[in-house]
């Protein structure tokens, strides 16, 4: 089996994912973000705390914009308090239309860190600036935009009635012969999750 070479954290600010196109692709390819600091679906941000929310996560702002931070964990944010500096790497999610960082690691850090961030943008924001010169060329998403892993989520979402969605009753829905690998894919990226053996949920 070959290894899965896990993608690089990229460092941006939120507002590049405000501004970007949620691109869902087919494969194992992972989905990504098209923005104009690249393509992106694992990121390196950081920001302040400004706000809590037991049923949905916590809020983050770095100065350029707000996003939410979301977990399948229910004790992920319990040691975040407001005003924290946090850095998030994490992979960047659309739900309902709404944008928000799946969180693989959060971290406390200084004021130095956050300084030596904004020493990193500014670098950053020199590159962006002289590829700008070039006319970019953005990757939308299809017009067809029901594919295989968003059947399968709709899937889940009308089998579940509160216990979660049988995982054989959700493959043989799809009828599609590869529909074991695209919901572990989909688990992987964190767009579903088996709360126990043979039963999913879809990240509310």
């Given at each position: 089996?070959?290894?899965?070479?896990?993608?690089?954290?990229?460092?941006?600010?939120?507002?590049?994912?405000?501004?970007?196109?949620?691109?869902?692709?087919?494969?194992?390819?992972?989905?990504?973000?098209?923005?104009?600091?690249?393509?992106?679906?694992?990121?390196?941000?950081?920001?302040?705390?400004?706000?809590?929310?037991?049923?949905?996560?916590?809020?983050?702002?770095?100065?350029?914009?707000?996003?939410?931070?979301?977990?399948?964990?229910?004790?992920?944010?319990?040691?975040?308090?407001?005003?924290?500096?946090?850095?998030?790497?994490?992979?960047?999610?659309?739900?309902?239309?709404?944008?928000?960082?799946l969180p693989e690691i959060i971290k406390k850090v200084d004021q130095k860190w956050?300084?030596?961030?904004?020493?990193?943008?500014?670098?950053?924001?020199?590159?962006?600036?002289?590829?700008?010169?070039?006319?970019?060329?953005?990757?939308?998403?299809?017009?067809?935009?029901?594919?295989?892993?968003?059947?399968?989520?709709?899937?889940?979402?009308?089998?579940?009635?509160?216990?979660?969605?049988?995982?054989?009753?959700?493959?043989?829905?799809?009828?599609?012969?590869?529909?074991?690998?695209?919901?572990?894919?989909?688990?992987?990226?964190?767009?579903?999750?088996?709360?126990?053996?043979?039963?999913?949920?879809?990240?509310?």
């Open positions: 089996m070959a290894d899965i070479k896990r993608e690089t954290a990229v460092i941006c600010v939120i507002n590049d994912l405000l501004r970007g196109s949620f691109v869902r692709t087919e494969g194992w390819k992972p989905s990504y973000f098209s923005t104009e600091a690249g393509d992106l679906s694992r990121v390196n941000l950081m920001g302040v705390v400004v706000g809590k929310e037991a049923a949905r996560g916590a809020i983050i702002d770095d100065g350029s914009g707000r996003i939410l931070l979301r977990s399948f964990e229910n004790e992920a944010f319990d040691d975040l308090n407001i005003s924290d500096l946090v850095m998030v790497i994490g992979r960047p999610r659309v739900y309902n239309e709404e944008k928000y960082l956050g300084q030596y961030r904004q020493l990193q943008l500014r670098v950053l924001n020199r590159k962006k600036k002289k590829l700008k010169k070039e006319k970019p060329v953005l990757i939308r998403e299809e017009a067809h935009s029901t594919n295989h892993f968003q059947k399968i989520i709709s899937f889940i979402k009308d089998l579940d009635v509160g216990e979660g969605a049988d995982i054989e009753e959700v493959k043989k829905r799809s009828a599609a012969p590869n529909a074991e690998e695209l919901i572990k894919k989909l688990i992987e990226e964190g767009e579903i999750f088996e709360i126990r053996p043979g039963k999913l949920k879809i990240l509310e």
